[in-house]
Structures are given as structure tokens and as C-alpha cells.
């Protein structure tokens, strides 16, 4: 088949398009530094100096057409349409020096009726294969017909933006025109920029078809019970999800429609740290020909990987097709969410394992979008930090956090969703002096909660946050669910639990005046 870059000032000859995985995996043992097979079958990779996101240097073009939409700030930087024109034209002058290129072209979104056509030109064997198991890969009909892309990824990210280029603050750039319809990657060679913007993309465009893009797992049970796993980094959502009573949906991007929900993408992206067999068995057996794994360290002699050595980042990954878990639902579609679970890694100890949110309440959570990590252990200190993202995805979010949270409250009264929130963190104290809450317990909850065993269960009113707990739930001890019979030291507990409710006050204030007052007052008191 004859296809070439012509239009888009790229005279490069030798395209691979849509290339099978063992070519891809050929040329990245060739040709990239760091590539290895490992003993179960996966492309080990490098990712070069930059193994996360650069968020500060990720900017939307500011343009009439749209300006008025985007939420500026410390998220959402501009770029002028110079400075993105300049990059552009410096991304396509690299690829011009290269022997070869990879193409991607594959669907965002499972439901034909809201789907996004992507072009990924990229210079690595390694980010077309990624990309290749995180978008929907079309079929020999469908990318015979595939035509024009509706947006352009151009990932020079080999390559550096040039820091003297107006607003450039680094070599760095990972830049997004809504109208040009196209991003242009500098200076990281980081995969999940790609995943990412093309995430903030459907951001963009979806709540204007009343459509909700959710930073969030999924997973449907035997019923057809949908629920919705939200949380950040850390806390579980991937882990959560694949559960094996459950067909998985998708582990990480959805959209909620007049019809239900979809994943927005084709492969799952799981954080390898301490991978084991026993702990999450689907995610360890999905690591296999075909997955590429991030940044790991593995024996040289029998290439077994090492999930615990974080030598090379904290930060490793393994990018797979969904269909490698065996138990998901293809298409990665489903009805109406019956559960939304709202997780936090409650570092500070203070959160209950289980509570029922009202829709208020559901509202201010999720704007709030709250986990704690805990914070460097120099000198000894181990203090937990608290961490706020905006609808638990505030990076990849285009408009104010108010537009999702409106979405998110009218579907959920629409179709009469129950809301939790569970703390997959620490109990009986904080960091330092509890214990992290047993991933046994935290499946046992979420049981509980698709086999509706709270209801008619006796509870107790939390005075602060006015959370519902459950005062039983089948598989986990009792004196887990109120927290503050778990610790030693009753006024440590209150002094712990004042400090995380003001952490919640001070986040909330920025959005006060957006959101409505029932929303607020469901916050902390």
C-alpha cells in the first residue's frame, strides 16, 4: 500500500505503518539503547532522562476559537500559535533526518459514534508499540478506509525544543493546538505523554456532547452492574479493577454517555512497582510477548525482572492490550453505573476503609480528588504529604473542574448511582506508626459493595467529614471501620485528623465560587 507523510512536509520513505509486534521488537533490540526481551517474553525499554510526565511543560494554544473554554492556570499553560508552529516545524525537521518512521493510526474510544481517528509519527520502535496496545488498533478494512486522521501526534521527543523559543522554560514541550488538531512532543521520550494528550484531548471535546471523560477504571459484573474505580496515582484503581469476578472494561480512561460508558482506549498501563503473582495475578500474567515494560531493572544472565529495584525510577510500567486480562468485556463498553468508588491512600490513617457518600458529598470528593504519599525520608522524618487533583485527573483536564463535576452529579441523579469512598491507605495511625489497610480487605469491601451487602447495615455518623461507615462488612475485622478505635493515641488521632480536614478546607477554597454551596457544605465541617 502506498502511503507516505508528504502532507505534512515529511519526505522520509521508510514508514512503518501499523507494524506487527515482532518487527517492532526487531528494531528496538537494532536500534534503541536499553531494549531487552524479557524471561516471559516483553520489550524491556529505556525511556531516556525522563521517566514521568512533565506537566509544567505540557501548553494549549491559545486561540479565540477556544480560549474562553480552558481552565488557565497552573495546569493548563498557554502557548502562542508561533511558538507551536516553531516546534512543529522543528519536529518535522528531525524527522526528516531519520533513515525510517513509525506510524500509528488507530481509534480513541470503543463507541463508533463518539471515536477519534489518531496519527501517531513517531521516531522509536518503542512508543509505536506502546501506542499500539494503547489505542484501538482498526482492523485491515477499517485502516484501508482509515482516510484522515481528526488529530496528529508529531513525537520528536528524541530530540530537544529549543529553550530560547517564546515561553519555552525547558528543553522540553509537549504542546496541544485544538484547532490545527494536531501535538507536537519535544525533548522526553516518555510513552505516556502520547496516552496522556490524546486523554486531554477527548477532555476537551467530550463535555460538549454532554459527555463525561472520566480519569477512572471500570469494570462490570455477571448482572451487568457497572462501577467506577476513581483514584490517583498509588491507590489501587489498576489493581482494583482487574478482579476476577468482574469482566475489566478498562483500567484507566472512560466516557460516560446517554447510553453508558466506554473505555477510551484499547490496553491497559499498570504500575509494575512490586509486581507479584500473588498479589495481583491478572496484571502479572498479562506481562507476556507483545507488552512492553518501562524502565525496569531485570538479571542480565536470565533476564527475570526485578519489580522491587527502583534504581532506575519509582515510576515503572507495563503497557499490554486489554485483551491480555482474561476476564474483560470486548467491546469495552457497558450500561449505566450502578457504583462509583472513589479511592484515596490515606497516608495521614484518618479516613475510614469504607464510607457512603451522598451525592453532595460525591460532588465535593471528587473535585477535590484527595490521596496523600508519603514524603521523603530524610533526616528521618516521615510525614505524610497530601496530594489534591481535580476530578482525580486535574493534568489531563481542559475546562474547569466545575464542568465535570456538573456532568458528574446529573448523570449520577439521572440514573440513581450510589457513591463510596474507600482509604486503601493506612490504619491504626499514620506512615510511620499504622500498618497500610490489607489488599485482602480492600477486595473484601468492594465486594461487599457489588453484592449490595451494606444495605440495611447499622452505621456511624463521622462528626468532620459526615461520612456514612458501615459498622460490618464480611472478610474484614470490625474494629478496622472506625478509625479512630484503631489507634493508641486518641489525641494524636484528633491532632492528625485536624490537620488533614484544614489540608481540606484550604485545597477547596479555589473552587468555592464555581461550585454550589450544597456542594461546599458537604465538605469538612
Not at 516546534?87 to 459514534?113: C, K, M, S
Request: with cysteine.
Amino acid at each position: 500500500m502506498d502511503f507516505n507523510l508528504a502532507a505534512y512536509g515529511i519526505e522520509v520513505s521508510d514508514i512503518f505503518r501499523n507494524s506487527e509486534p515482532a518487527i517492532l521488537y526487531e528494531s528496538a533490540l537494532r536500534l534503541e539503547k536499553g531494549s531487552a526481551i524479557s524471561d516471559k517474553g516483553a520489550l524491556m525499554v529505556y525511556s531516556g532522562k525522563k521517566t514521568g510526565r512533565s506537566p509544567k511543560d505540557k501548553r494549549i494554544v491559545r486561540h479565540p476559537n477556544s480560549e474562553k473554554n480552558i481552565d488557565w492556570g497552573a495546569v493548563n499553560y498557554e502557548m502562542s500559535e508561533y511558538t507551536f508552529l516553531v516546534n512543529r516545524e522543528r519536529a518535522i525537521d528531525y524527522f526528516n533526518t531519520r533513515d525510517h518512521l513509525y506510524v500509528v493510526d488507530a481509534f480513541a474510544g470503543w463507541d463508533p459514534g463518539y471515536r477519534l481517528k489518531i496519527r501517531i509519527i513517531c521516531t522509536r520502535a518503542y512508543h509505536a508499540l506502546f501506542m499500539q496496545n494503547m489505542l484501538i488498533m482498526p482492523s485491515r478494512e477499517e485502516l484501508a478506509t482509515f482516510g484522515e486522521p481528526d488529530y496528529i501526534v508529531f513525537n520528536a521527543g528524541s530530540f530537544p525544543a529549543n529553550h530560547f523559543t517564546t515561553n519555552m522554560t525547558s528543553k522540553t514541550s509537549v504542546g496541544i493546538s485544538l484547532e490545527r488538531k494536531e501535538m507536537v512532543i519535544l525533548g522526553t521520550e516518555y510513552a505516556g505523554e502520547m496516552k496522556k494528550g490524546v486523554f486531554s484531548i477527548m477532555n476537551y471535546l467530550m463535555p460538549m456532547k454532554d459527555v463525561l471523560p472520566m480519569h477512572c477504571s471500570a469494570n462490570v459484573g455477571e448482572t451487568g452492574d457497572v462501577s467506577l474505580l476513581f483514584g490517583l496515582s498509588g491507590t489501587g484503581k489498576t489493581t482494583l479493577s482487574a478482579d476476577p469476578k468482574r469482566k475489566l472494561i478498562g483500567d484507566d480512561e472512560h466516557c460516560w454517555h446517554e447510553k453508558g460508558v466506554f473505555n477510551i482506549e484499547g490496553g491497559c498501563y499498570a504500575k509494575a512497582i512490586d509486581l507479584s503473582e500473588e498479589n495481583e495475578p491478572d496484571i502479572f500474567n498479562a506481562i507476556r510477548y507483545g507488552t512492553v515494560l518501562e524502565n525496569v531493572v531485570y538479571d542480565p544472565k536470565t533476564r527475570e525482572v526485578d519489580y522491587s529495584d527502583t534504581s532506575i525510577t519509582q515510576n515503572t510500567r507495563a503497557s499490554y492490550p486489554i485483551e491480555f486480562i482474561e476476564n474483560t468485556q470486548i467491546p469495552c463498553v457497558a450500561g449505566h453505573p450502578k457504583n462509583i468508588i472513589f479511592l484515596t491512600c490515606d497516608a495521614f490513617g484518618v479516613l475510614p476503609p469504607v464510607s457512603k457518600l451522598s451525592p453532595e458529598q460525591a460532588s465535593y470528593h471528587f473535585i477535590s480528588g484527595y490521596t496523600a504519599k508519603v514524603a521523603g525520608t530524610e533526616m528521618g522524618v516521615k510525614e505524610p504529604e497530601a496530594t489534591f487533583s481535580a476530578c482525580f485527573g486535574a493534568a489531563f483536564m481542559m475546562w474547569h473542574p466545575n464542568t465535570y463535576a456538573k456532568l458528574l452529579a446529573n448523570k449520577m441523579k439521572t440514573h440513581q448511582v450510589n457513591a463510596w469512598l474507600v482509604n486503601t491507605g493506612w490504619s491504626g495511625g499514620d506512615y510511620g506508626s499504622g500498618a497500610r489497610i490489607k489488599l485482602r480487605y480492600t477486595r473484601a469491601i468492594l465486594d461487599a459493595i457489588h453484592n449490595d451487602d451494606f444495605e440495611g447495615v447499622a452505621t456511624h455518623s463521622e462528626a468532620d467529614f459526615g461520612l456514612t461507615i458501615p459498622l460490618s462488612c464480611p472478610g474484614v475485622p470490625q474494629e478496622l471501620l472506625v478509625p479512630e478505635n484503631t489507634w493508641d493515641d486518641p489525641d494524636k488521632f484528633r491532632e492528625v485528623k485536624t490537620k488533614l480536614v484544614r489540608l481540606f478546607k484550604e485545597n477547596f477554597r479555589k473552587f468555592e465560587q464555581q461550585v454550589d454551596a450544597a456542594i461546599t457544605n458537604a465538605g469538612p465541617r
